[in-house]
């Protein structure tokens, strides 16, 4: 636990011999949006969890997942 009681050295540029206008950012925010998310869901229904399974495998099948 002595990395957690080791105080920080912070530099600013100056003390790195460099520019701060070197790391400025180079492109521009145009837009920000949530993006949408569009979901699909089916519930399979069955009598047992085996029988379940077997669905869902064929339903995996079919889509060319497995």
Do not use: H, W
């Not at 011999?17 to 400025?24: P, R, S």
């Not at 949530?34 to 339903?59: M, R």
């Amino acid at each position: 636990m002595a990395a957690s009681k080791k105080e920080l050295t912070i530099l600013d540029a100056a003390a790195l011999g460099v520019d701060a206008a070197d790391f400025a950012a180079t492109s521009d925010l145009t837009e920000l949006y949530i993006p949408q998310v569009n979901t699909e869901c089916e519930l399979i229904k069955a009598d047992s969890p085996a029988e379940a399974g077997a669905l869902l495998a064929l339903k995996l099948r079919e889509a060319k997942v497995i």
